[in-house]
């Protein structure tokens, strides 16, 4: 398939998906036209038969290309990746794109203490006054250390030039910075500078429902 074949995204009906973001920003990165639509997580519209048998494992987001459809965020821009390789979404040394790859996974895997109590209505509708739990600040602190690790000093982004996992980890440490949790401030400048990017730029301007 080639890039005149239509690509159809699918992502959450609030926007808030962190992973949906991450497709959406990777297909505007790499300026291919796309549709989008929305299904309703709260009312479990991802469960119908017909969503759940295309996409697999009847989450968001969900890209469609041509007659093939794909789920989970990751294995998204990875085939995005191959098929449209310029521009870019992961670096090029084998060594950084395993890095990048084992940082995609462990933000999707890990902290879900975190995840829990700074969910991302922090950060696209309101900050949450709660004080995180023990098990939340120990998972705060894991990845405020490894962020600290991988973002090489006075670096923008972490491999020298921009990638999707830069808007990955500046997401995951949105949910600290826009609440007003505390953090170091080269990580804070890091993850508000990842958020001015236009591909980010466009995901924040669509339009929310109010929450109810």
Request: glycine share 2%.
């Amino acid at each position: 398939m080639t890039c005149t074949t239509k690509l159809h995204l699918t992502v959450d009906a609030q926007y808030c998906s962190p992973y949906a973001m991450s497709v959406y920003v990777a297909l505007q990165e790499k300026q291919l036209p796309f549709t989008l639509s929305t299904l309703d997580l709260n009312s479990g519209a991802n469960h119908a038969p017909a969503y759940a048998l295309s996409s697999l494992t009847a989450r968001v987001p969900a890209l469609q290309h041509g007659d093939f459809v794909l789920s989970e965020s990751s294995a998204i821009t990875e085939y995005l990746e191959e098929l449209f390789p310029d521009p870019a979404l992961y670096p090029q040394s084998a060594q950084d794109r395993a890095r990048a790859r084992q940082i995609q996974a462990w933000l999707r895997s890990d902290l879900l203490p975190l995840r829990e109590e700074r969910d991302t209505l922090v950060v696209f509708y309101r900050p949450i006054a709660r004080p995180l739990s023990d098990a939340a600040q120990r998972a705060a602190h894991k990845l405020l250390r490894v962020a600290e690790q991988i973002l090489p000093p006075g670096s923008d982004c972490l491999f020298g030039e921009w990638s999707i996992v830069d808007v990955d980890l500046a997401l995951m440490l949105n949910r600290l910075r826009l609440n007003g949790d505390p953090m170091p401030q080269r990580l804070a400048d890091y993850a508000a500078l990842q958020w001015q990017r236009p591909s980010v730029q466009a995901w924040l301007g669509l339009s929310r429902p109010a929450l109810s």
